[in-house]
């Protein structure tokens, strides 16, 4: 059973424009969502996160909203520029319990293509 | 301050060897954690490490083992190697003192089993 879905495998979006990347997660339990980029070869890198207290978070260019309610996240890149080309990856992690273990889940990933 | 890394970069190892896995995390994170990524399944979390304990393991076979030494450094090691075990494999840090803290990943190492 996936916990965390990324419905769209790839997206591709003209330069300048608007990237909207969705996540859905089933898990109740998840208390704090993170996006991860990542180019081929490469690790994954952190992008921005977002506790579940907060329904939207913003870094230049980047902006995760969360709505609880409906169990879904969504990652804004604004103006999309040909190096945000890469695989992007939503995580979440369970309410943290002390010296309780932290333990990410993915989703499989959307490829994004932003055409010059 | 530098990243995580992970050594060797790549492998090629042949079905029923054993193979070692290496990851030095950022300078004073105290969690390791590993994940396996293949095409097929995405990342998959395999274990993390803090404080040369295991705290939680993810849902692989008895085959897949690590352990952390004092100085935070972490081995993942394979043994048995099935073809199916051709994958990505990730480490990532953290300091391990915080509820909301982010898990910053190395370069992972390609295992190819032939």
């Known amino acids: 059973d996936q916990q965390v879905k990324q419905n769209s495998p790839s997206l591709s979006v003209q330069e300048g424009r608007i990237s909207i990347l969705n996540c859905d997660y089933t898990?109740?339990?998840?208390?704090?969502f993170l996006w991860y980029k990542k180019y081929p070869a490469e690790g994954p890198t952190f992008l921005i996160s977002?506790?579940?207290?907060?329904d939207k978070n913003e870094d230049g260019r980047f902006t995760v909203f969360l709505n609880k309610s409906a169990k879904h996240l969504s990652l804004h890149i604004v103006p999309s520029q040909p190096g945000d080309s890469a695989v992007y990856f939503c995580?979440?992690?369970?309410?943290?319990?002390?010296?309780?273990?932290?333990?990410?889940?993915f989703g499989k990933g959307t490829k994004l293509s932003v055409i010059p | 301050k530098a990243g995580v890394t992970q050594t060797p970069r790549y492998l090629i190892k042949t079905r029923g060897q054993q193979v070692t896995l290496s990851c030095s995390p950022i300078s004073g994170h105290r969690s390791v954690s590993w994940y396996q990524q293949t095409p097929g399944q995405g990342l998959q979390f395999l274990f993390e490490?803090?404080?040369?304990?295991?705290?939680n393991k993810g849902n692989f076979p008895g085959r897949f083992s690590g352990r952390q030494f004092s100085n935070s450094r972490s081995e993942m090691n394979v043994s048995t190697l099935e073809l199916g075990d051709s994958a990505l494999y990730l480490c990532?840090?953290?300091?391990?003192?915080?509820?909301?803290?982010?898990?910053?990943f190395g370069p992972g190492t390609r295992l190819l089993v032939l």
């Open positions: 490490y803090f404080s040369e304990t295991q705290r």
């Open positions: 898990n109740s339990m998840f208390d704090y």
């Open positions: 977002i506790s579940s207290i907060k």
């Open positions: 990532a840090s953290r300091l391990g003192v915080g509820a909301q803290e982010t898990q910053y």
């Open positions: 995580a979440a992690r369970p309410i943290y319990s002390g010296a309780g273990s932290y333990q990410l889940t």
